[in-house]
């Protein structure tokens, strides 16, 4: 049974379309959304989020249509959203901004919400900082406030737009930890920059490029149609879409292999940079025609 | 105190009777300050005291050190009986911080001071800035930039629409008695103390009607805007009193009922997300 089903997608900002046709079922498990910047990613998480409506298509989120009132309700009660970009509001410490969140999401009684805004602030690693202002946090552990907050009462539902910026590598590993144990039993769907988010942890990758989807399936899916165009060369080859020289002093370069090269296994960042550079190709041959 | 052999190290019966506590003064102090040095008998204690117990001491100590201390006004707002979790609501706006209300009692006070000096023209600007203040204070309240957490807040259960009357409540609670006091030191009639009143309750449910509209900013931007451009009008051509007269109070209580029914009936335009109508 799919959580949440997008039919006929589309968002437009004025006359500039940010989604179009996007047709999506997503079920319980960790789904990475991928795509350059102005892809529509974000737009597509806030319609998810109930922050912003659809103007075409259907949208069904547990069963729930987020354009009535009641359903909009049901949603968001099973919903956790971390958005790209939240404020805070001046004075509140860490705990204190959890804590009038988890008032937000309806726990009224005071020693039940305490504990569990505790149990979010212990997962986002803050326990050491909750009692600091919130503006005198860092980049990484202001990040951090916005996802703790996210997880208060374990939502069905979790919709985080990029949450491992500002993290360093090891706040990133642990924040593996929480999502893909939330994942067990949740929808989770995140979108990144970082290719190798969603290499460890995504079961499903979906590649949004101009306001529609270009990919969706396995990593290993992905992956795998890179295969044969990636390869080591003493030089830059002309034709490669990308090239960069390796620790080795070796240059890895990635698009048509022309015959008789070493080629390599690709990685999910690979096949990402053909995906949209052909993509990226295709429109130009258009545009020209 | 019963004798009992001595050894380096506490006895179970000492170490029992401390974990229930039953130990004397003396006893429970000697054998504290032998599990702060002793590690061996610390690990034995461990055994002894009762875990759930430890918890929630434990929990109870995090609570008072991590749980927000409630600020002046928070406090001030459960003596009259507001909940905790309303009242942390509520201070989350600009409009519920002392920088606010000290602008908006400057703004009464020097009103009401110009009242007092230079009388037809102070009273005009008096009666002009008066039912203004609480309108700025919804925008204050509810504005684009008032809440930096709006993208969050509106993807919660909890009402918009019962967060916003909430806090307009709350703005109208603090600035109402001080535009009142002021208008009491004026010269004149007593009722022209609260003759504002009805005009400034019609402003804030105007401003509040077309907030989901066009934004808290613009709509309390431009009743303040239109009521501005009105009372410089009458107080050129006419009585500045008229601005305080009958046709401004019925005016006024039309308006008011008007836009509370729209309230009412669109109260869940509030909750929508962006983009929808």
């Known amino acids: 049974m799919s959580s949440v089903i997008l039919t006929g997608l589309g968002k437009r900002y004025g006359r500039a379309p940010a989604l179009t046709g996007v047709d999506l079922r997503l079920s319980s498990g960790v789904t990475g959304l991928l795509g350059p910047n102005g892809a529509g990613k974000t737009t597509l998480l806030r319609i998810l989020a109930t922050a912003l409506a659809a103007d075409e298509g259907q949208v069904r989120v547990f069963g729930q249509n987020p354009a009535d009132t009641a359903g909009r309700l049901a949603i968001r009660r099973r919903l956790g959203y971390l958005p790209q970009e939240s404020g805070f509001p001046r004075g509140f410490t860490a705990f204190g901004f959890v804590d009038y969140m988890a008032i937000l999401k309806e726990w009224s009684d005071r020693a039940a919400r305490h504990a569990e805004v505790r149990r979010v602030v212990g997962l986002a690693d803050l326990t050491a900082v909750a009692t600091k202002r919130v503006h005198a946090l860092s980049g990484g552990q202001r990040r951090r406030v916005l996802l703790a907050q996210a997880l208060i009462g374990r939502p069905d539902l979790l919709v985080l737009d990029e949450p491992t910026t500002g993290l360093d590598p090891q706040q990133r590993a642990r924040l593996r930890d929480i999502l893909s144990t939330a994942g067990e039993t949740a929808t989770l769907v995140i979108s990144t920059h970082q290719t190798e988010d969603v290499a460890a942890l995504c079961e499903r990758v979906i590649v949004l490029d101009q306001g529609r989807v270009h990919f969706d399936g396995s990593v290993e899916g992905l992956i795998s149609s890179a295969a044969g165009r990636v390869w080591l060369a003493t030089d830059r080859h002309p034709e490669a879409q990308h090239a960069w020289r390796i620790g080795t002093g070796r240059w890895r370069n990635v698009g048509d292999a022309p015959a008789d090269v070493e080629v390599v296994d690709p990685t999910l960042e690979d096949a990402y940079l053909l995906l949209v550079g052909d993509r990226a190709r295709e429109t130009e041959k258009e545009v020209v025609a | ?277």
Not at chain 2, 29 to 48: I, P
Not at chain 2, 175 to 183: I, K, M, N, Q, R
């Open chain 2, 1 to 277: 105190m019963t004798q009992q052999p001595r050894t380096w190290h506490a006895n179970e019966a000492e170490l029992r009777a401390l974990a229930d506590g039953v130990a004397g003064p003396a006893l429970g102090a000697s054998v504290e300050s032998h599990l702060m040095r002793c590690g061996a008998c610390r690990a034995r204690m461990n055994d002894l005291v009762d875990g759930v117990l430890l918890d929630s001491v434990w929990s109870a100590i995090r609570e008072t050190v991590e749980a927000p201390r409630p600020s002046v006004f928070e406090r001030l707002l459960r003596k009259f009986g507001v909940s905790a979790e309303s009242g942390r609501l509520l201070v989350a706006v600009p409009a519920m911080r002392g920088a606010w209300l000290i602008g908006a009692t400057a703004a009464l006070l020097f009103a009401g001071g110009a009242a007092l000096f230079a009388s037809g023209f102070g009273l005009a600007l008096f009666l002009l800035v008066a039912p203004l203040v609480p309108v700025m204070g919804v925008a204050a309240a509810y504005g684009g930039d008032a809440d930096p957490s709006h993208e969050l807040v509106v993807t919660t259960p909890y009402s918009a629409g019962r967060l916003l009357l909430l806090r307009t409540a709350a703005v109208l609670a603090t600035s109402l008695p001080v535009a009142a006091l002021v208008g009491l030191a004026l010269p004149g009639p007593a009722w022209l103390a609260v003759a504002w009143l009805i005009p400034g309750l019609a402003f804030v449910s105007l401003s509040l009607a077309a907030a989901p509209f066009v934004g808290a900013t613009v709509s309390s931007g431009a009743v303040a805007a239109t009521w501005s451009a009105i009372a410089i009008a009458v107080s050129k051509i006419g009585d500045p009193m008229d601005l305080a007269g009958p046709a401004v109070q019925v005016g006024s209580l039309v308006l008011c009922a008007a836009a509370v029914t729209t309230i009412l009936t669109h109260f869940r335009l509030f909750d929508l997300p962006r983009g929808q109508t």
